[in-house]
Nanobody, 121 residues
Framework: QVQLTDSGGGSVQTGGSLRLSCGVS????????MAWFRQAPGKEREEVAR???????RYADSVQGRFTISRANAENALYLQMNDLKPEDTAVYYC???????????????WGQGTQVTVSS
């Protein structure tokens, strides 16, 4: 059974950087697409970035050019490098695994527990 553990959140000022990590227990190989979601207070959870089994990536418009998603299959890990952070990036960030079905589905199968990111102005 795949389990995900998020880490790396914290508090930074506007313009700062953070790197989130997601440890994966259980073998996923190339069976899963991976993604990062976030949920701000009072808002719905939204997808921030995803990476498929061929390492193709896709980003939300709000983070394009500032965030980079990557995966290290040998380490069973997923990362999100976040640069030029803004107060509107403040949220709980969740890593997620989506079982590849010939395509990457919209809804994750497995969620991490979340890690808080706070950006102050």
């Amino acid at each position: 059974q795949v389990q995900l553990t998020d880490s790396g959140g914290g508090s930074v000022q506007t313009g700062g950087s953070l790197r989130l990590s997601c440890g994966v227990s259980g073998y996923i190989g190339r069976r899963y697409c991976m993604a990062w979601f976030r949920q701000a207070p009072g808002k719905e959870r939204e997808e921030v970035a995803r990476i498929d089994i061929y390492d193709a990536t896709r980003y939300a418009d709000s983070v394009q050019g500032r965030f980079t998603i990557s995966r290290a299959n040998a380490e069973n890990a997923l990362y999100l490098q976040m640069n030029d952070l803004k107060p509107e990036d403040t949220a709980v960030y969740y890593c997620a695994a989506l079982e590849y079905l010939g395509y990457c589905p919209r809804t994750p199968d497995v969620w991490g527990q979340g890690t808080q990111v706070t950006v102050s102005s």
